[in-house]
């Protein structure tokens, strides 16, 4: 039954920067892991992200470790990711998660619920 909604995607230069929110209602943000999955064109979706209930662990994949930053602010009921060092690679529709079953990292089955997506486009 939680609602997610992404914001902040849009067309960057490589090198630039871009952050990204989603904001969930509907059920109690807090009890939920939270994640940032994207789907380049003609690839696999892939988990970019992940951070457990309290933030207390967070998970990275290889290819953006160190540039990419997840947060939550569960007073504001929204997870953040913030994204330097963008590359065109990284051009993809980006989509928010949630999960009851915990953890940082999780792949699509244990999805709870999706949000719609945003557009990231990363220029050369």
């Known amino acids: 039954q939680v609602q997610l909604v992404e914001s902040g995607g849009g067309l960057v230069q490589a090198g630039g920067s871009l952050r990204l929110s989603c904001t969930s209602s509907?059920?109690?943000?807090?009890?939920?892991?939270m994640g940032w999955f994207r789907q380049a064109p003609g690839k696999e979706r892939e988990l970019v992200t992940g951070i457990s209930w309290n933030g207390g662990t967070t998970y990275y994949a290889a290819s953006v470790k160190g540039r990419f930053t997840i947060s939550r602010d569960n007073a504001k009921n929204t997870v953040y990711l913030q994204m330097d060092s963008l590359e065109p690679e990284g051009t993809a529709n980006y989509y928010c998660a949630a999960t009851l079953k915990g953890g940082s990292y999780f792949t699509e089955i244990r999805v709870d619920q999706w949000g719609k997506g945003t557009l990231v486009t990363v220029s050369s």
């Open positions: 509907g059920r109690i943000f807090s009890n939920y892991a």
